[in-house]
Nanobody
Framework: QVQLVESGGGSVQAGGSLRLSCVASGRTFTNSAMGWFRQAPGNEREFVAAIVSSGGNTNYAASTKGRFTISRDNAKNTVSLQMNSLQPEDTAVYYC??????????????????WGQGTQVTVAS
């Protein structure tokens, strides 16, 4: 069974940092996209960042550029999101996503096949 399990969420002060990790099992995603989305209360789930391989083919939402960095470790079937300079508007449940086919780091959530259960990130003022 394919599963994505996120970890690393928590509560931080504005300006702080968190590192989220997602471990996939049941399938490898070496040659296809993995990414992060987030959903705040009352909002739709939105794109954060995605990566195709460990070689640096990445895509970021405009609101996160310069603050967030996505990376992956194909040997461990893991994707991570380093989040720096966190702001209250970053507060959301963060979801790991993966596609078994997508060859580019697209932002459309409908293109991803598997999803984690989410991890809460809370940023206080």
């Amino acid at each position: 069974q394919v599963q994505l399990v996120e970890s690393g969420g928590g509560s931080v002060q504005a300006g702080g940092s968190l590192r989220l990790s997602c471990v996939a099992s049941g399938r490898t995603f070496t040659n296809s996209a993995m990414g992060w989305f987030r959903q705040a209360p009352g909002n739709e789930r939105e794109f954060v960042a995605a990566i195709v391989s460990s070689g640096g083919n990445t895509n970021y939402a405009a609101s996160t550029k310069g603050r967030f960095t996505i990376s992956r470790d194909n040997a461990k079937n893991t994707v991570s999101l380093q989040m720096n300079s966190l702001q209250p508007e970053d507060t959301a449940v963060y979801y790991c996503a993966a596609s078994y086919w997508l060859p580019m780091p697209a932002p459309q959530k409908t293109l991803y096949n598997y999803w984690g259960q989410g991890t809460q990130v809370t940023v206080a003022s």
